[in-house]
């Protein structure tokens, strides 16, 4: 729409003609409003800003649906669009204040041209001001009221009960009174009127409903006046009334001067409208105006004036309803309600057919009531509708959620994947706040996104909204774009939502994933690295020195000197596969305990032992402190328990040169058999940052990669040992500052045996660990017929030397075929084996076959497995097999006799070794 079209300077300025049309009710107490075709506000009367507490200028160019309340705009959308095309006039809606309080109203709308512009005037009054009125309807010809409350004499129309339905200026200057005094009286009240004759001229012309006409004399202030007085029969919307008119004598006027002034005004107006407009009564067409002509296809005015209504429509509607008999249905209605609107199918006089909206309202015309019938053709409309109707069926249909809202930001439509995205089903549900609609996260959002597509150009984006039924806040794909009419305006806003909440999620996971899987094959690629320095270290040593001693050219102290080096740089390597052993079974979550009595000093003692010849080395302080008192014997794994400990007493030497390194053993009891055992490892090195506590128990994670490339290590050892000190019922802590040290504390859940002495002080925990030392540097002697099985000629070789060296009689197989053939000889000659030590990877017949083998031929003596498979997975199928017992390769000397020790007899006399 063209602005200058608008402008307030233009003299032929639509808006101020509209204005016209409520003068009339400017001082009623009634509730008037004009609205141009989009349901805006043109203007309005004073009675709807004093009750709705609104001035004129905050209204104009506002929707209509303002004035009515959230939860009624839905149907207040659809009441108004009927209603501006014709199809509706009456409502009962409540209107809304400016302060949000409700006011219940009858509503009576016409649908006029104006000014060859499309106007809707309302007329609502409030319900509780109708009580004891006979609900008189206000609904009127606008233009015709228009001219009547301009007119130069005094015209007054009157309900049939006497109430004042309308007043005019020139009437209360006739009788000299205050309008304000006469507007609200009924007829009966009006003083100056008393004797002269004119309520008299009114009660006739009610009873016979014809017009009347008499010259009266009336008082007009000091002196009477002989005027003209007519009364006369009319229709105001869809109630009976009188007009009365009072013409000053000395004009000269006669009656029907006066009404053919109005007549001949109203004519004028209609001649000048753009839309179709005819005058029909008594059967016939009495006035057309060149719009109609057109429309019906007619050669000129007089050629429509001799058509019936039959010949502009075709014999049936639509319906199936006869043309004749649905026209007399109607005007039976408006007849009964004063106006009528609805659709119906015309014929033009070439045949063809259209479809048009047509709007009746009663008008009095050379006296008589006749009807004012305003035809619209909507073929286009139509078109439209129906377009309308296949694209909201494809958005209805949409996956994608579809709303849309007017260019003040007020949504009236949306689909139901909208509904289901955002929770709600009314589009009053999301009535603009401030601007913007309430689903946007923050209005500042919606503010900035309205304002960018009220420029014309499409939006697209990503932003945050929010479902109002759950207020879950999610990520929202928007694409939106302005709706613009021919003029350029923008009239609505269309926005296309994709919720990407998951799939941004996902994302998010994914590169996290992708981020982690770097960091580990960057940290799998620094331990390979760091495994193979490891590993080739202690191989170089352990060959190098080997090819010193085949050299045979060292001297004993020498010789004893590489086979100390030999033999660390071994226990080194087995360390090494037993740390990686280990997280294979902590990534496979196969990593296993077993529990059993162990005394409380063998496993802190041993690996300190252990540790002192490198502590040594280092020049670290090794150093034990007690807290009694404790219990001699506790029931914890003592092989996962010496891990652990020297897990963390060999990290304590590691990173401690010239420096110390303390452990502090105490006992918390609970009083029920049952307790904890707590370690604190604490050295004087290098430290940590805080940052790096969690850090250092990751796999393959190393404080600082260049000081582990000067002391050695994996990175393994920390994250092994939490998992087991997890398994054991307890946890590792760390406590650390750079540059001052570290101390690591471990808590791991005991049992107490019922019998278990507890040791009271230094004194009685020095006595126990004297004879625990003493027992361990015993021989033990053995007795016994036992069964070697190994295919691995240097392994056998070595495993026998040990057992007869504790005197046992050792026999070797190097397959389980071959064990099974010499068990059988060995039982048939009266000499069975105590003990059967299997490998289980052989060739010709394994281990496992070997086992259930002998079993089944009724063999009962243990049967120990002695495997270089180490797996949890490994162990159990050996038992499963029916070993009795398993142990791992390498063979330690110590080990293997214990092993052996716990299913012999041990002999009368200590063999010395």
């Given amino acids: 729409m063209d602005d200058n079209h608008w402008c307030e300077n233009n003299e032929d300025n639509w808006e101020t003609h509209a204005s016209e049309l409520v003068a009339f009710a400017d001082n009623s107490s009634d509730l008037f409003f004009a609205l141009n075709e989009y349901g805006e506000i043109i203007t309005a009367n004073s009675g709807i800003c004093m009750r709705l507490e609104y001035c004129i200028e905050e209204l104009k160019g506002r929707s209509a649906l303002l004035l009515n309340p959230p939860e009624y705009r839905d149907e207040a959308r659809e009441v108004l669009g009927a209603m501006l095309r014709g199809e509706c006039a009456v409502a009962k809606m409540p209107l809304m204040t400016k302060f949000k309080e409700s006011v219940a109203v009858d509503t009576r709308a016409l649908l006029i041209t104006w000014r060859g512009r499309k106007v809707l005037i309302c007329t609502s ?73 004119v309520f008299e001229l009114v009660d006739e012309c009610m009873n016979s409903n014809e017009q009347q006409d008499q010259v009266l004399e009336i008082p007009t202030g000091d002196s009477k006046r002989m005027l003209h007085c007519i009364a006369a029969p009319c229709s105001l919307g869809s109630q009976s009334n009188i007009i009365l008119m009072i013409i000053d004598g000395d004009e000269g ?19 000048s409208s753009r839309e179709p407009i005819l005058i029909f009564g008594e059967g016939m067409f009495l006035e057309c105006n060149e719009a109609a002509v057109q429309l019906l296809g007619a050669a000129n005015r007089e050629s429509v004036l001799e058509l019936n209504l039959s010949d502009i429509s075709p014999r049936n509607q639509p319906d199936g309803d006869g043309s004749d008999a649905m026209a007399a249905r109607i005007a039976e209605m408006v007849d009964q309600e004063g106006f009528h609107c609805f659709e119906w199918t015309c014929k033009r006089l070439d045949g063809s057919e259209f479809p048009a909206d047509i709007t009746l309202s009663p008008v009095i015309y050379r006296g008589n009531r006749v009807l004012h019938v305003h035809v619209k053709d909507i073929t286009e409309r139509k078109r439209t509708e ?53 689903l946007y996260e923050t209005p500042e959002t919606g503010c900035e996104v309205f304002k960018a597509i009220m420029s014309g150009k499409p939006w697209a984006g990503e932003l945050k909204m929010r479902n109002l039924a759950t207020d879950k806040v999610m990520d929202i794909n928007l694409r939106a774009d302005a709706v613009i009419d021919e003029g350029g305006e923008v009239i609505a806003l269309i926005g296309i939502h994709t919720d990407v909440t998951e799939s941004k999620r996902i994302l998010m996971e994914l590169e996290r994933a992708r981020d982690e899987a770097n960091a580990a094959n960057k940290a799998k690629g620094q331990f390979l690295a760091n495994m193979s320095h ?20 060292a001297s004993e102290a020498e010789q004893r ?140 994670a190393q404080s600082d990669a260049s000081l582990t490339r000067t002391v050695g290590g994996t990175g393994l050892g920390l994250m092994i040992s939490r998992r087991l000190a997890k398994l054991l019922g307890g946890d590792i802590t760390v406590q650390s500052a750079k540059g001052v040290g570290s101390t690591f504390s471990l808590s791991i859940a005991v049992e107490v045996p019922p019998d278990v002495k507890m040791i009271d002080d230094e004194e009685h925990g020095r006595r126990i660990r004297e004879i625990n030392a003493v027992k361990s540097t015993q021989s033990i002697a053995l007795q016994g017929h036992i069964l070697l099985v190994e295919d691995v000629p240097t392994n056998r070789k070595l495993a026998s030397h040990i057992l007869r060296r504790v005197g046992l009689t050792v026999d070797v197989a190097e397959n389980g075929a071959v064990a099974c053939e010499m068990v059988e000889t060995a039982a048939a000659g009266g000499k069975p084996y105590d003990l ?21 031929s009724g063999f009962r003596q243990p049967i120990i497995a002695l495997t270089a498979s180490a797996l949890k997975e490994d162990r159990d199928r050996c038992l499963a097999a029916g070993c009795r017992d398993y142990s791992t390769k390498p063979y330690r000397r110590d080990k293997l006799i214990a092993l052996v020790a716990k299913y012999l007899k041990t002999a009368p006399e200590p063999i010395s070794a």
Avoid: W
């Fill in 253 to 271: 006027e006669t009656t029907g001067d006066v009404l053919g002034d109005i007549e001949q005004g109203y004519l004028t107006q209609m001649e």
């Fill in 534 to 553: 490891e590993i080739r270290t202690p191989l170089n040593a352990i060959l190098g020195f080997a090819d010193l001693l085949e050299e045979g050219a």
């Fill in 125 to 197: 009054r409030e319900l509780k001001s109708m009580q004891g009125t006979g609900g008189t309807d206000i609904a009127v010809d606008a233009v015709y009221l228009a001219m009547i409350n301009h007119a130069p004499y005094g015209i007054s129309i009157f309900s049939r009960s006497g109430e004042c339905v309308l007043i005019n200026q020139s009437f209360a200057g006739l009788c000299n009174e205050p309008y304000e005094q006469l507007k609200d009286r009924n007829l009966k009240e009006y003083a100056m009127l008393r004797g002269t004759g």
């Fill in 561 to 700: 000197k590489y086979f100390q080096i030999i033999h660390q740089n071994g226990d080194h390597l087995l360390a090494l596969i037993k740390d990686i052993l280990d997280l294979s079974s902590i990534e496979s979550n196969r990593l296993s305990i077993r529990i059993g009595a162990v005394s409380i000093f063998s496993a802190i003692e041993n690996t300190t032992g252990v540790m002192k010849a490198r502590a040594e080395e280092e020049g670290v302080n090794l150093g034990i402190e007690y807290e009694y008192p404790l219990p001699e014997t506790i029931i914890t794994d003592n092989d996962r328990l010496s891990q652990i400990l020297m897990n963390l007493i060999s990290n304590g030497v590691k990173f401690t040169p010239n420096g110390t390194v303390r452990i502090k053993v105490s006992y918390e009891s609970d009083g029920l058999g049952c307790g904890r055992i707590h370690y604190e490892v604490e050295d004087t090195g290098v430290g940590l940052d805080p940052e790096e506590f969690e850090m250092i128990f990751s796999a393959f």
């Fill in 836 to 856: 059967v030590l299997m490998d289980i990877m052989m060739p010709v017949m394994d281990g496992f076959e070997a086992t259930r083998k002998l079993c089944a």
């Fill in 386 to 438: 129906l377009e309308l109707v296949r694209i909201k069926q494809a958005i209805d249909s949409a996956s994608n959620a579809i709303g849309m809202a007017t260019s003040d930001g007020e949504h009236f439509y949306h689909n139901d994947a909208f509904a289901e995205l955002f929770g709600a089903r009314m589009p009053a549900d999301l009535i603009a706040a401030g601007g913007a609609p309430a």
